[in-house]
């Protein structure tokens, strides 16, 4: 661990972690409620005519890891030429505040460096690297608190392309997804790092699990290499469970809530989607299809990219073909789950919503702006703003935060 900060700036760190949290902060994996959704408002619908407004960038190195942003400073993972490094930074300026050692480098064919995202909790910051060391670490200082390699730990082992299970804290534990015959999900104590459960048997997936509420009960939802499960938060049992085999097991974007007992799962590799029902009775959960678009055909096969819903609309990202080589952004009306426009060919990209709109970043390092409406696809700006990318932005306070292989951006949204 190296502090990069003076100690009359850290002391500035101390007292914000003593502030409440802000509701604009965005703490983990797709924002506050992990559905890809910011509650801001007044945010813009254009840039200036020289491009978006950039407030600050900083070099970093490899990862896929997204931002998290939580008391005023910003979290992501990434790796040097030797270590995957958990780093901080202050967001308004961007300057390094501390960074720390999380493992060794390391290397895969789809792309080198952690992938999942930091989660900030109750003054700690939760990281997962790309082999699967979980560590807990002081989120003002970064000073670890403990480490445990997950998969090692249940003589599991890593996935084939990573692991990517984005930190899930629920309760006195933090929850990943493993991928071991002695758990495809397990729960570690916030506190110590001990194992405190694990759930189901199978290959990790590359989802991120969430935590919501399917037949009035509160639960913890998985997606993993084979199958999606519901599993109950205090000790892991699982409640119930819905086959969803892929190819390379490439489960990878995250469960969709639809309501008290509705589930959306997507998948690519041409599989689809489907629409869960959960139902409670006597004590005993099941899961069944309500509805299902499947195929070549399907009007959803989202890749790595988990849709949002909003004004009874869901927004998304559909993979057609293998490995997604066209990608269409696609409105799907949720009263009869039709398709009711498709921008065709759009490309590789991730979004999150706010304030009305979809903030988009291409493949290409675009950040576009587009208006959240079953009307029609309707762009209202778009800006370069950095390299090749595959991270969704985060947004807290008026400003969008995205990177790629080789730097951080913060870019200010807030509307002039």
Known sequence: MRPLFAQLTLLTVFAAF?????????????????????????????????????????????????????????????QDEKNQLLVAMDAASGEK??????????????GNGPRATPTVHDGKVYAYTGEGVLVAA?????????????????????????????PLVVGDNVVVQVGSHRGAVAAFNLKSGKLAWTAAQGN??????IVTTLGDKEQIVAFVGKEVIGIEPADGKVLWTFEYVTDYDCNTASPVPLGDSKLLISAGENHGATVLTIEESGGTFTASADWESLGAD????AEWQTPVVFDGHLYALDNKGS????????????????????????GKANLILADGK???????????????SPDSFQVTDRSVVLGMTRQAPAIANGMLYLRDDKEVVCVDIRKK
């Open 358 to 372: 979809l903030f988009v970043s291409t493949m290409r390092g675009d950040l576009m702006v587009v208006k959240a």
């Open 323 to 346: 490995a997604g080589p066209i990608t269409n952004m696609v409105c799907i009306r949720l009263a009869d789950r039709e398709q009711v426009w498709a921008e065709s060919r759009f």
């Open 97 to 110: 505040m501390w960074e720390e050692t999380l493992a060794p480098a390391y290397e895969n064919a789809m």
């Open 204 to 209: 990790a997936g590359y989802s991120s699990p």
């Open 298 to 301: 399907s009007v959803l096969r």
């Open 18 to 78: 003593a502030l409440p949290l802000n509701a604009d902060d965005w703490p983990q994996f797709l924002g506050p409620n992990r559905n890809g959704v910011s509650t801001e408002t007044k945010l813009t619908d254009t840039f200036p005519s020289d491009g978006a407004i950039i407030v600050w960038r900083q070099p970093l190195g490899p990862g896929m890891s997204g931002i998290a942003i939580s008391g005023g400073i910003a979290y992501t993972s990434y």
């Open 138 to 166: 002081d989120a003002a200082t970064g000073k670890q608190t403990w480490s445990v390699n997950a998969p090692k730990e249940l003589f599991g082992k890593p996935m084939d392309y990573g692991m990517a299970s984005s």
